[in-house]
């Protein structure tokens, strides 16, 4: 028997390799949906970046806007003004619609460079 723990791993089945609680694949949060605390869709989440010299993750890669796919525009959000939402299986980022459509954004043939600390301060003031 096992014992449900927080996380997406709720129903108590075990998901080799997936992980459970607060230590989770990265794919299975790609793709989840990202919703405000009003539950408005702020899109989906593409990507983790992760910072290798503490092998932490920094920021998440959220895709917002467009139709199909197309036309949608990526935001990095750090990963620290986002929480899991397990009931729901979804992220929470506590911003309106408008406020993310204002976001410093880029698209995905051009990715900015999150090693650049003016890009990442500029994020950091965004959001939180």
């Known amino acids: 028997m096992t014992t449900p723990t927080p ?32 539950g408005e869709d702020l899109g989906e989440i593409k990507d983790l970046m ?20 197309m036309g949608d525009k990526l935001f990095a959000v750090p990963w620290n003004a986002m929480r899991l939402d397990t009931e729901n299986h979804c992220l929470v980022l506590d911003v309106s619609q408008e406020r993310l459509k204002d976001a410093p954004g880029f698209d995905k043939d051009n990715w900015p460079d999150f090693a650049d600390s003016s890009f990442t301060n500029r994020i950091s003031n965004y959001y939180h």
């Open 50 to 69: 992760i910072d290798t010299a503490n092998g932490t993750v920094q920021y998440a890669v959220l895709s917002f806007g467009g139709v199909l796919g």
């Open 7 to 38: 996380g997406y791993n709720t129903t108590g089945t075990p998901r080799a390799g997936m992980g459970t609680g607060t230590v989770l694949a990265s794919s299975t949060l790609t793709g989840e949906n990202v919703r405000n605390a009003s």
